[in-house]
């Protein structure tokens, strides 16, 4: 079935230190591929997406681009903030299957100032 | 509303009682979904909603689990016979309409504690 897998957290950094989250996936044909952030006490929120091969999502300084070749969705940021520190998720929606989102375990980031 | 809403935010019960949970979607959105998130589990996928069609019950980890959805707006998911690894954090989401190319927008949450 289909599945993602991401680093496992949790990850510590300094502000302004550079930030990639791996993101693998699994799936069959060509799915939607998504990063939802979860802040402390809140729910998700959408953080990127990108729906074809090589689309690159940004959002806030965030970056990831859709690589079909190695199954990936890598999340990276060149320089984080505190405000940062939060739960990301990788996640993928497989056109034609269910509607659910398959997500990741989610990594938890902390940065300090 | 301007987003997913979800009532109680929290609620702790004794094992073997029935829960309710509410969600109330973004209006005008067709698509409800229900996940839970608990430790070591990630996030699941419990039920799916879209229109008047039949739902989407593939995650719903047990018979004890149903939900339902009136009027093609308000979600009520029960939890009937609570057990102990019932505890978790249930998400509602909604969105425009199904499809990778529409966001499902998701709410704070219910943190259910079953003593």
């Known amino acids: 079935g289909d599945s993602v897998t991401q680093m496992e957290g949790p990850v510590t950094l300094s502000e302004e230190a550079f930030l990639t989250i791996n993101c693998t996936y699994t799936a069959t044909g060509y799915p939607s591929l998504f990063w939802y952030v979860q802040y402390p006490g809140e729910g998700l929120q959408l953080l990127l997406k990108a729906t074809k091969a090589d689309d690159k999502g940004s959002n806030k300084g965030f970056e990831a681009t859709y690589r079909k070749e190695t199954t990936s969705f890598h999340l990276e940021k060149g320089s984080v903030q505190v405000s940062d520190s939060a739960v990301y998720f990788c996640?993928?929606?497989?056109?034609?299957?269910?509607?659910?989102?398959?997500f990741g375990k989610g990594t938890k980031l902390t940065v300090n100032p | 509303g301007a987003g997913v809403s979800q009532s109680p935010s929290n609620k702790v019960t004794e094992k073997g009682k029935d829960v309710e949970l509410r969600c109330d979607p973004i209006?005008?959105?067709?698509?409800l979904y229900w996940y839970r998130q608990s430790l070591g589990q990630g996030l699941e996928f419990l039920i799916y909603?879209?229109?008047?069609?039949?739902?989407?019950k593939s995650g719903l980890p047990s018979d004890r689990f149903s939900a339902e959805r009136t009027g093609g707006s308000v979600s009520t998911l029960t939890i009937q016979r609570t057990q102990q690894e019932d505890s978790a954090v249930y998400l509602c989401?909604?969105?425009?309409?199904?499809?990778?190319?529409?966001?499902?927008?998701f709410g704070a949450g219910t943190r259910l504690s079953v003593l």
């Open positions: 209006s005008g959105h067709t698509a």
């Open positions: 989401a909604s969105s425009l309409a199904p499809g990778g190319g529409n966001i499902q927008y």
């Open positions: 909603f879209q229109g008047n069609s039949a739902p989407d």
């Open positions: 996640a993928l929606h497989r056109q034609g299957g269910s509607e659910k989102l398959v």
